[in-house]
């Protein structure tokens, strides 16, 4: 018996009924991993997925399935494969611990739910909690079981960016630029829903803009539709599509304050990182060589690069008197202002970019 997840055969009658900006409704309801199955008639091909608030403060995927789940109800869609609707953690988004809804990447009482899709038969090192392994396990075997063609893992990010779409070294590229116009090739995240299934099915990541905006629903809610109508077609206009590879991360040290100035408030004798203002225009943007990050008073950087997990700081990063400045010309991806999010994960990523 599945006591672990919520697993639905088709989308609950009641749920049609709330409006798409009224998604939040529905998190009591979603308090475990929760499947809901659009199913076809007569399957000809492998299953696909939406996998979305694997990230609790994520939020666009979740109304953008309440608004996809009317327009197939409405419409009476008919597909040739079975569609599934995969809502992670709806438990850490309800809003626990003082937090508002959709705060917090994951609860105190969790890990990261993107950091644990691994096949639990290896020798697995990682602490995880009981209930999310137990969760991962049941998960896995239930999509394998689906015969998998597609599975998309939807995010947002937490600064302003365009939409764009990760994938595999070497995969395919078809439903990718169905799907988005910028599209980064990178190796997979150990842990990540993206590497678990890579070697199953075309497996690919979208972050689809800044979290809790109307763009990033209405970008999200578009990508669903296209997903779900792709028959391996190329798109029908001719656009210009922007790669990105050799992808490395700027991470401000632990035990370093730092805050973001526009030239007023900056504070030059103190030992914070004041880091630029404007620095999400960063974002799927061309830097050029020596572009000031941010001013530092203290003794050596602030931050550190890492590619692979390689420290590669002396080769994109130095600091010339109080200035932290970018070496080389690289672009820009996924730069925020978060302060949580920049403290608990990264200040944003430099890449090599290619346009066609």
């Not at 893992?153 to 595999?168: A, Y």
């Not at 590229?173 to 910028?182: M, W």
């Not at 526009?262 to 030059?268: A, F």
């Amino acid at each position: 018996m599945i006591t672990s997840i919520n697993n639905y055969e088709r989308i609950p009658g009641q749920w049609l009924t709330i409006e798409t900006l009224h998604a939040p409704q529905l998190l009591p309801q979603l308090q475990k991993p929760t499947i809901i199955k659009y199913a076809s008639q007569n399957p000809q091909k492998g299953s696909r997925w939406i996998v979305t608030l694997q990230h609790a403060n994520e939020s666009s995927g979740l109304y953008a399935c309440v608004d996809t789940w009317k327009y197939l109800n409405e419409k009476d869609i008919s597909l040739d494969y079975d569609l599934y609707f995969l809502i992670m953690n709806g438990y850490g988004a309800i809003g626990k611990e003082n937090s508002a809804i959709f705060s917090q990447r994951f609860t105190s009482d969790q890990i990261d739910f993107n950091r644990i899709w691994y096949d639990y038969k290896d020798n697995i090192q990682k602490k995880i909690p009981a209930i999310q392994k137990t969760q991962i396990e049941q998960l896995t075997q239930i999509i394998n079981n689906s015969n998998p063609e597609y599975i998309i893992d939807v995010h947002n990010t937490t600064g302003n960016n365009q939409p764009l779409g990760f994938i595999s070294e070497g995969k395919d590229e078809q439903l990718i630029c169905f799907l988005v116009d910028h599209i980064v090739h990178s190796n997979n995240i150990p842990g990540s829903l993206q590497d678990r299934f890579a070697h199953i099915c075309e497996s690919i990541t979208i972050e689809c803009g800044k979290t809790g905006t109307l763009a990033s629903l209405h970008v999200a809610t578009k990508i669903f539709h296209q997903f779900i109508h792709y028959k391996g077609q190329k798109k029908e206009d001719e656009k210009r599509y922007y790669r990105y590879n050799d992808i490395g991360r700027i991470v401000i040290k632990d035990n370093i304050e730092f805050n973001f100035y526009n030239g007023q408030k900056q504070k030059k004798e103190d030992n914070t990182f004041w880091i630029r203002e404007d620095i999400e225009d960063f974002n799927q943007s061309q830097i050029e060589p020596f572009s000031l990050l941010g001013h530092y008073n203290g003794p050596g950087l602030p931050v550190i690069f890492l590619k692979n997990d390689q420290d590669l700081t002396s080769s994109y990063i130095l600091k010339d008197g109080n200035k932290v400045i970018i070496k080389e010309m690289r672009y820009g991806l996924l730069f925020s202002k978060n302060k949580t999010n920049v403290q608990n994960s990264e200040l944003g990523y430099l890449a090599q970019g290619k346009f066609s």
